[in-house]
């Protein structure tokens, strides 16, 4: 007999006026998460002081002897004095939550002492959401991590206001990395939005925040951040500042009315490289929108940068290193002023008053929405999931939700999706603590799987399944379908031969990761194109990864069959004994901007390998950074090159050798000769150069047209938000913050466009 489960039918939904742009929702709380009201006597009304009760509530939290999640209902707590957890022990404060209600009726209002820290959070594997905290003017810093080092956090739909420093990266000796930060508002902060203050506060993720009347919308004390499709609104310093470097990305952001857009004109200790490219620049105050300085090599591409009226003077200050500027339009004549190296494309002017200025509308904190539940007792069998699941199908169109509690379930069989079925199955959190799914069935089947086209949802789930496919997604791929990914985290046990995502002839839905992170795979991230894949080079999908950060796999990316991938934004962090980042033998294409590849170089292995590639493969603003190695990372291509192209462009190579060379960085020993070139490239290093760098010398054919062409599937490439409304027979998986591990020489993650057996 089937262990029960309930099914609650919850009233009307909850909307905000962009509910249709954004597609998300909010469908907690959940009968598993503690009530810091009713569980904890908080009392919410502005005048009681609330700190004893959150306090309590959250040292709680850090044990969760009960529950992962502590949910502040609609009220506004005032609190005195600083709250937090502190991690003692390694399951301290993992996979937690802290979750309002929603930030415009949900406030933590400072009312103790002035300069102070209001919410001191040590988590990790973690996520804070829905939630205003207010500084009242007088706090220091609104939320800060720090204590114990931590990653894999995710801070959505707070507000940060009246503070000097909204959001701050690291307090103390450790650092805080792989944080998303998303959907966030900053507004009058004094100091800076967000700031990172360790070198080890790295892969700080701003996806769509708003910055408004903040001194400093980020400013990188040390460590780095990427921002993409952030709005600043007028910054009185810079909405973009850094005092340190390492690799950047700042992409399709919207400024207005701030000093300027960024000014890197000096207190860095080197270069490092940064793509800055759609972003749209207006009216800034200041004298200029964009100061290169000791930073770069740079990649500055189809940004548009309107000057104020009557300010002619050149909005873009070059510096002295190595700068590529692509179809940027400005409004004045002269616009840039020129130093170091640098080569011009496709720039124009125009008129002032043909640029659009309307700010973009950002997609909202989703929505409370209630919809059919379906709750699972904890540590339930595959037998009630798969009842639950079949119980949901029942009810498509109402997006009804599976939920299950913090728990460890064993599964002896596959979980099976049916096609078109739109249920959400929903976890207390993705850390080895919280809702964990562990696999007890054949090597040879899969966890879970969703079969095509398929409508479901996974969120806060951490898979594992040691030496089988965790997760399997099947006859995905239709014109105009959708898969998105934010936070998914693919891991092998230990290095093998695994996949980690194997994208596998999905040729036209689109595909996009957001934060993807993991390792330890034999290929982290795989794209093999369909059947007639290399005869429909047009195809209208496009594979997306977009920030992100892993630990060393034995390879990073491959394509194969004439897939295309682009990737942007990704921090490899060496941790296994791999000198090779990508080794590319068949076809395709493979764009990479912005991403670091920290690997343990050899001599003997190049960092890059092209035998026989027949295809593209675009390098730009990268930075390769040999560890405890003097080998230098280089590109070395052999065998057939006669369809093989490669540009190199605006890339940094750290060097622990003297006398690197361009001819030692690149080694074009194909038959025929590919189509090869490095450009706008330097050397880096502590002590094998006089001056610290030094500029690569140019080598291959570079023209204007080849580096538009190589350069396409980057300018192309689409960024886009879940939506319902999808042709009818289209895949539309939206999957947010799970882990997933695999081992031995499984994938972890199979997208199959196809039905098993086709592809």
């Not at 569980?39 to 700190?51: E, I």
């Not at 009347?213 to 460590?223: I, P, R, S």
């Not at 170091?340 to 720039?347: K, L, M, Q, T």
Request: with cysteine; glycine share 10%.
């Amino acid at each position: 007999m089937l262990p029960r489960f309930m099914i609650a039918l919850l009233g009307m939904i909850w909307m905000h006026a962009a509910w249709a742009a954004s597609a998300d929702e909010f469908v907690g709380p959940f009968p598993s998460w503690k009530n810091v009201k009713t569980d904890y006597g908080a009392v919410g009304d502005g005048k009681a002081d609330d700190t004893p009760a959150i306090q309590k509530a959250l040292d709680d939290l850090r044990l969760h002897p009960q529950s992962h999640v502590l949910y502040f209902p609609a009220g506004t707590y005032r609190i005195t004095k600083t709250i937090g957890t502190r991690r003692q022990a390694h399951t301290d404060c993992m996979g937690i939550a802290i979750v309002g209600e929603d930030p415009a009726n949900t406030i933590i209002l400072w009312d103790g002492p002035e300069a102070q820290t209001m919410f001191l959070y040590d988590a990790w594997y973690s996520k804070i959401s829905r939630l205003t905290l207010d500084g009242a003017a007088k706090a220091k810093i609104a939320l800060a991590y720090g204590g114990g080092f931590s990653t894999y956090n995710e801070t959505s739909d707070m507000v940060f206001q009246n503070v000097v420093d909204g959001l701050a990266m690291a307090t103390g000796d450790n650092g805080q990395a792989e944080n998303e930060v998303l959907r966030c508002t900053f507004r009058r902060c004094s100091g800076a939005g967000i700031r990172t203050n360790n070198f080890n506060s790295l892969d700080i993720w701003a996806w769509y925040c708003l910055f408004e009347d903040c001194a400093y919308g980020l400013y990188n004390g040390a460590g780095n951040f990427h921002a993409w499709h952030c709005v600043f609104l007028r910054s009185t310093k810079m909405d973009i500042a850094s005092a340190n470097l390492m690799t950047f990305s700042f992409v399709n952001n919207f400024s207005i009315g701030s000093k300027c857009f960024m000014d890197w004109s000096g207190g860095h200790s080197w270069g490092s490289p940064t793509s800055i490219t759609g972003n749209r620049i207006i009216d800034c105050t200041g004298d200029f929108s964009i100061r290169l300085g000791n930073a770069g090599p740079y990649l500055l591409a189809d940004n548009v940068i309107r000057n104020r009226d009557g300010n002619a003077k050149p909005p873009v200050i070059l510096t002295w290193g190595d700068q590529a500027l692509v179809g940027n339009t400005y409004t004045v004549s002269d616009a840039v002023v020129p130093n170091g190296r640098f080569r011009r494309i496709d720039e124009k002017v125009v008129d002032r008053n043909s640029i659009d200025t309307t700010i973009p509308k950002l997609p909202p904190t989703p929505p409370k929405v209630a919809r059919p539940r379906i709750e699972l007792t904890a540590g339930a069998n595959a037998d009630a999931i798969q009842a639950a699941i079949d119980q949901a199908a029942k009810l498509k169109g109402q997006r009804p939700v599976v939920h299950l509690p913090v728990g460890r379930y064993k599964l002896d069989r596959t979980l099976t999706v049916p096609p078109a079925v739109d249920v959400q199955i929903v976890g207390d959190g993705a850390g080895e603590t919280a809702t964990v799914l562990e696999w007890a069935g054949p090597q040879s089947q899969p966890m879970l799987t969703l079969q095509g086209p398929s409508l479901a949802s996974l969120r806060d789930l951490n898979l594992h399944a040691p030496g089988a496919t965790a997760l399997r997604i099947e006859a995905c791929d239709q014109n105009g379908g959708r898969i998105f990914a934010d936070q998914l985290n693919v891991n092998a046990a230990g290095n093998s031969k695994g996949i980690g995502v194997h994208l596998n002839a999905v040729d036209h839905t689109d595909l996009l990761f957001r934060c993807l992170q993991g390792g330890g795979c034999g290929v982290w991230a795989q794209a093999t194109g369909g059947p007639d894949r290399q005869a429909r080079r047009n195809s209208p999908g496009q594979l997306s990864i977009l920030t992100g950060a892993t630990g060393s796999s034995i390879r990073h990316y491959a394509v194969a069959n004439g897939a295309q991938l682009v990737v942007r934004g990704i921090y490899h962090e060496v941790s296994a004994n791999e000198p090779q980042a990508v080794s590319l033998a068949d076809s395709g294409i493979l764009s990479i901007d912005a991403t670091r590849f920290s690997c343990k170089t050899s001599p003997e292995v190049p960092l890059f390998s092209l035998n026989g590639f027949q295809g593209n493969l675009t390098l730009l603003t990268s930075f390769m950074l040999p560890v405890d190695t003097p080998a230098t990372g280089r590109i070395d291509i052999s065998g057939d090159g006669s369809n093989c192209n490669l540009l190199a462009m605006g890339n940094m190579f750290w060097v622990n050798e003297p006398g690197v060379t361009t001819d030692k960085v690149l080694r074009n020993h194909a038959i025929p000769p590919a189509h090869a070139a490095i450009a706008l490239s330097n050397l880096n290093s502590g002590k094998h150069l006089p001056k610290g760098s030094a500029t690569l010398d140019d080598s291959g054919q570079a023209d204007d047209a080849f580096v538009l062409k190589m350069l396409a599937p980057l300018r192309q490439n689409r960024v886009w938000l879940p939506q319902d409304d999808l042709p009818p027979g289209c895949t539309n998986v939206r999957i947010r913050r799970i882990i997933v591990t695999s081992g031995a020489a499984a994938t972890a993650v199979e997208i199959l466009g196809l039905m098993p057996g086709r592809n």
